[in-house]
């Protein structure tokens, strides 16, 4: 049986800690809770890491945070050799968040990229230091020097960002909100999640469940560091935190 978690971070990405109730141990170690902070792994933004405290003041790290039987099933999953707490304890979570809030820069600075070039998305993967999206592009005259410079110009407006939710209905009367040819927002639930920037979404919106910074500008300064061939028609951009090096 899958078990509902309730995803604290949806409505509010900016939880550091919160208090939760085990429900489930399951036969890897795996902890379920019944609401989390913990972002687990999905859509190219790889989970949480960070700690359970026990009554008892003890801690449970927690190595990676994953996805069970269904999305809406979160797994903690506890480093190597730490005791797990019981079913029907109560635990304090505190997420990595200096971690965390670089892949909320780093994952909003890719949605950036998609309005910079608005072009299919085939992959796209965040992390901490470097993260990646790949196009299909069919003119591939694109600089990185070019492509940096118009990603600043939206860091340095300041754009909102959040979330909105639409209907099944009104995402398929709008199907160019969807900018990832491979990945399909899940339909059938009644409620897709967009991720929009800017006064009534005027720079962008799309499906996303991630986790993204509140403006443009705390995404802070990044660059392009390469701009790699991977087909004919397709390119892989790399986006990287800090100034562009001097060539
Ligand atoms: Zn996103």
Redesign the pocket.
């Known amino acids: 049986m899958a078990y509902r978690t309730e995803a604290l971070f949806r409505d509010d990405a900016y939880l550091k800690t919160a208090d939760a109730t085990v429900v489930a141990v399951n036969d890897r170690g795996g902890i379920i809770l019944d609401r989390t902070i913990f972002y687990a792994t999905s ?1 190219g ?1 790889p989970g949480d890491t960070g700690h359970l405290e026990r009554a008892d003041g003890s801690r449970v790290a927690i190595a990676a945070t994953i996805s069970g039987e269904t999305k809406d099933e979160i797994i903690h999953v506890p480093a190597p050799d730490h005791a797990v707490p019981e079913v029907g304890e109560k635990v304090s979570l505190a997420i990595d968040w200096e971690r965390r809030h670089l892949l909320m820069r780093m ?2 600075a ?2 950036l990229l998609t309005v910079v070039c608005p072009f299919p998305i085939t992959g796209a993967s965040v992390s901490e230091d470097d993260s990646r999206v790949d196009f299909d592009i069919p003119d591939a005259s694109f600089s990185k020097e070019e492509v940096t410079a118009r990603l600043m110009d939206l860091v340095r407006a300041d754009h909102p960002i959040f979330t909105r939710l639409i209907s099944d209905e009104e995402l398929a009367a709008n199907p160019g909100l969807v900018k990832s040819k491979n990945v399909r927002p899940p339909v059938g639930t009644g409620r897709i999640r967009l ?1 929009c920037i800017g006064e009534n979404a005027s720079v962008d919106s ?1 499906p ?3 986790t ?1 910074v509140k403006s443009t500008g705390e995404v802070g300064e990044i660059h392009i560091g390469k701009i790699e061939k991977k087909g004919r028609e397709n390119r892989r951009f790399r986006i990287r935190f800090g100034p562009m090096p001097a060539a």
């Open positions: 859509g933004q994952h909003a890719c949605h991720v799309q996303c469940g991630g993204h």
